[in-house]
């Protein structure tokens, strides 16, 4: 079945750097435009950036631009996030999803990768 | 960017109870809208998009619908299984936002 599985989370100190990669299986993967989605502690869940399906597009929220990374290995079916100069309010919990399109909604999302800024 | 408000936040109902949560927008995003339910622990998973549509699977107990920028979910006859936090999410620009959540409880 369609599936993501995210992985590289972990407790990173602040300023710090980590990478996420989402692995991609049971659907065409370099035929999606995918995301990336944050959920913080008893927060809401966050946008925090967009791939399109050749990787020639990329958006970010603001709070993440100009630290973070999105790009994706269309050959290995695997997209990744490199989080730079992480501060305590990156703490969260990081899921990959595909960008059905449209008003289509986000399916499937990833497990999710939890991600702990502290020092 | 365009804000959306979930009302209530919290709900406590029983099994067989009939329930309603609103999310309401900033700004017109026509039927750009999507509905997820999320459990503890757990990623969240898509039960409606385009505003009113059931994604496949879906039980048709849950229904959606549309009034200018005032969106509802509805489930008509709550199951065990349907206690869990709800959030609408627009993608009609970008940066695409969520709603705050409803937490819907056991009575």
């Known amino acids: 079945q369609e599936q993501l599985v995210e992985s590289g989370g972990g407790v990173v100190q602040p300023g710090r750097s980590l990478r996420l990669s989402c692995a991609a299986s049971?659907?065409?993967?370099s035929g999606w435009n995918m995301q990336w989605v944050r959920q913080g502690p008893g927060k809401r869940l966050e946008w925090i950036t967009f791939i399109s399906y050749d990787g020639t597009s990329i958006f970010y929220a603001d709070s993440v631009k100009g630290r973070f990374t999105v790009s994706r290995d269309n050959s290995k079916d695997t997209l990744f996030l490199q989080m730079n100069s992480l501060r305590a309010d990156d703490t969260a919990v990081y899921y990959c999803v595909r960008d059905i399109g449209g008003w289509f909604g986000f399916d499937p999302w990833g497990q999710g990768t939890l991600v702990t800024v502290s020092s | 960017d365009i804000q959306l408000t979930q009302s209530p936040s919290f709900l406590s109902a029983s099994v067989g109870d009939r329930v309603t949560v609103t999310c309401r927008a900033s700004q017109g995003i026509s039927s750009y809208l999507a509905w997820y339910q999320q459990k503890p622990g757990k990623a969240p998973k898509l039960l409606i998009y385009a505003a009113s549509t059931l994604q496949t699977g879906v039980p048709s107990r849950f229904s959606a619908g549309a009034s200018g920028t005032e969106f509802t979910l509805t489930i008509s006859s709550l199951q065990p299984e349907d206690f869990a936090t709800y959030y609408c999410q627009q993608s009609k620009s970008y940066p695409y936002t969520f709603g705050q959540g409803t937490q819907l409880e056991i009575k």
């Open positions: 049971g659907f065409t993967f």
